[in-house]
Nanobody, 125 residues
Framework: QVQPVESGGGLVQAGGSLRLSCAAS????????MAWFRQAPGKEREFVAA????????SYADSVKGRVTISRDNAKNTVYLQMNSLKPEDTAVYYC??????????????????WGQGTQVTVSS
């Protein structure tokens, strides 16, 4: 079992920045990929960014590319999501997810077995 725990959400004005953290505990050596998803009210959960744990390669949704950076700290088993130039449409609950294997389906939430409880990000205009 792997338990991701998110932190760092909050209220920020448009144009501001936030850094989300996701600390993974449990069988962390089994983690191959970690990702961030988000879900806005009335919308489906959508992919934001992912990072392959061993090689550090990253991938981003087009809607956040250039404004968001995903990174990891292997020693702390923690993944970060640095979000800059935030927009009101970034308002959502942000979830951290982990999986024991990577596949070409990494943008789909159905691939991920382990999920955090979510952290709210609200961007005011």
């Amino acid at each position: 079992q792997v338990q991701p725990v998110e932190s760092g959400g909050g209220l920020v004005q448009a144009g501001g920045s936030l850094r989300l953290s996701c600390a993974a505990s449990g069988r962390t050596p089994s983690v191959a990929v970690m990702a961030w998803f988000r879900q806005a009210p009335g919308k489906e959960r959508e992919f934001v960014a992912a990072i392959r744990w061993s090689i550090g390669s990253t991938s981003y949704a087009d809607s956040v590319k250039g404004r968001v950076t995903i990174s990891r700290d292997n020693a702390k088993n923690t993944v970060y999501l640095q979000m800059n130039s935030l927009k009101p449409e970034d308002t959502a609950v942000y979830y951290c997810a982990a999986n024991a294997y990577w596949s070409a389906n990494y943008r789909s939430d159905s691939m991920y077995r382990y999920w955090g409880q979510g952290t709210q990000v609200t961007v005011s205009s």
